[in-house]
């Protein structure tokens, strides 16, 4: 029996850090400005989403390493369940009005989601591979060594091409071998294996489709974010030092799997 003096019982606040956990939100305008609980709230809400979505994706690539695609699928549908609940809480930071949001924007002076390594670190291990996302990070930071990390991590895109292999896919050996630090890039080889597997094989074609919606899922909140922006800010540039809107618009429709969009053609 445990000593309730020296090992208390673990309560709903004692596990979840409660105490911790509502001592984290600082408003830094005077007032403070109704409004910047709710922007911070909404930023740490999607910092947890993104720690959370990092060790579902984490799982995905170790499950098809494993050949363990049923699995593997079953952990996608979770985080396209995430990603939708992600996308749809823009819809409550979309009721701040842009004089809201201007009552305190000059408080936030340059921090920017821009700055979110997580959101980084979730576009390495898919593999969207900027170096340059790294040097962003102070020497020393936790931040900078978890992206360091990742960048010379293979992507999931590598954990499944290589799956395909031993599934007995003719998956390019180049692509087996490639430098994992490299951005993904459309290859007509890829294509013509992908297009066997659609036209011969429903289970990885199964497992194709939800790398698709997971592709899209990304694109449906670099979409919403862009018009929240949009409507919020307008044409004005980020606080992160980007022209704004103009910058996130550029980083819309791009395609996470390339081959996986290129097919869709050929089929
Ligand atoms: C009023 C609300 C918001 C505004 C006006 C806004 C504005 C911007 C702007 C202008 C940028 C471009 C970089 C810059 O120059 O700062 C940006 C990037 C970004 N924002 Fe937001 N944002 C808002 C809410 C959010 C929320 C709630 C999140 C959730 C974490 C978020 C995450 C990001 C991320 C990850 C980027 C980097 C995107 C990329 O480089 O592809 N933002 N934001």
Known sequence: MSDPTTNPAVTYGSYLRIDDLLSLQEPRSTGPEHDELLFIVIHQVYELWFKELLHELDRVARLLTEDESHRAQHTLKRILTILKVMVAQLDILETMTPLEFLSFRKRLEAASGFQSDQFRQIEFILGV????????????TRARAALQKRHGEPTLWDAFLHYLAREGYAVPAAHLTRNVAAPIEASADVQRVLIEVYRKDPKNAELCERLVDLDEGVQEWRYRHV???????????????????AYLRGTVGRNIFPDLWEIRSQL
Request: hydrophobic residues 30%.
């Open 227 to 245: 018009k929240m922006v949009e409507r919020t800010i307008g044409a004005k540039s980020g606080t992160g030092g980007s022209p704004g809107a």
């Open 129 to 140: 591979k900027n170096e340059a996302s790294i040097a962003r990070f102070a020497e020393g």
